[in-house]
Structures are given as structure tokens and as C-alpha cells.
């Protein structure tokens, strides 16, 4: 039971989005934390940078948990 092609490329571009947004999230994160010039500005910096880190992870896959939910 396979899902049509259009279908399966736009869950792939879904896929390559939620990790990209992950990246740069991570990246205006580290950004932060290198030019912050006090403490809590450096931990809101380090804070995103581990909730884009999370979220690259985890949002891919499930993603691709739910879309696999769904075909059967």
C-alpha cells in the first residue's frame, strides 16, 4: 500500500522544513548566547538552542510515525 508521489514529496519537503527550522533555531540560539552581554539573555540563548536541538529530533520523527499511523 503505497501513497501516491505527490503525496510522498510533499511529507519529504515537511520532513526537510521541520529540520531546517530546527537548524536555524539552533543556530539564532548559539548566536545569542555568544553576543549576549548578561546572564539571562545567555540562558534564554542556551535554552533555544537545546529546544531546537530537541525539536530537529523529534519532530521528524514524529511526523513520520504519524504519517505511517495513517496509512494503515
Given amino acids: 500500500m503505497s501513497v ?20 536555524a533555531g539552533a543556530i539564532l ?7 549576549a552581554p548578561d546572564w539571562p ?12 536541538i530537541v525539536v530537529t529530533v523529534i519532530a521528524p520523527a514524529g511526523l513520520a510515525h504519524r504519517w505511517r499511523s495513517e496509512d494503515k
Wanted: cysteine-free; aromatic content about 2%; proline content about 3%.
Fill in 4 to 23: 501516491p508521489l505527490s503525496v510522498a514529496r510533499r511529507r519529504w519537503l515537511m520532513l526537510q522544513v521541520a529540520r531546517i527550522a530546527g537548524v
Fill in 29 to 35: 540560539g548559539l548566536m545569542l548566547v555568544a553576543r
Fill in 41 to 52: 539573555s545567555k540562558v534564554i540563548g542556551i535554552a533555544l538552542t537545546l529546544s531546537a
